[in-house]
């Protein structure tokens, strides 16, 4: 199980840190892949994290400005936010699958968080 938290309602040019927790399965063996859909648009992959933390994908449109990181530890993934511009409102969810790779393929994860919300409005 994957329960996203730490969406909310935050101004252009804000900041949010959005937290995925795992469970019932060896979250530390696992890829994980943050993904957002926006009203009426596909889901699109943001960014993943290998296992380990070793390597780190993002979409263009985020690059720069979102960070992934994760804590094995806790069996917990986030997803750092800046500079938050209104085209990134959608939901985000979390993923866990094998592989994390440059091209963010939605269908390569195995396990999905319910999402939360992030809206950037002023």
């Known amino acids: 199980q994957l329960v996203e938290s730490g969406g909310g309602l935050v101004q252009p040019g804000g900041s949010l840190r959005l937290s995925c927790a795992a469970s019932?399965?060896?979250?530390?063996?696992?890829?994980i892949g943050w993904f957002r859909q926006a009203p009426g648009k596909e889901r699109e992959g943001v960014s993943c994290?290998?296992?380990?933390?070793?390597?780190?994908h993002y979409a263009d449109s985020v690059k720069g400005r979102f960070a992934i990181s994760r804590d094995d530890a806790k069996n917990t993934a986030y997803l750092q936010i800046n500079s938050l511009k209104p085209s990134d409102t959608a939901t985000y969810y979390c993923?866990?699958?094998?592989?994390?790779?440059?091209?963010?393929?939605?269908?390569?994860?195995?396990?999905w968080g319910q999402g939360t919300q992030v809206t950037v409005s002023s």
């Open positions: 994290i290998r296992m380990t933390g070793s390597s780190t």
């Open positions: 019932g399965f060896a979250f530390d063996v696992y890829a």
């Open positions: 993923a866990a699958g094998t592989f994390c790779r440059s091209s963010l393929d939605s269908y390569e994860y195995d396990y």
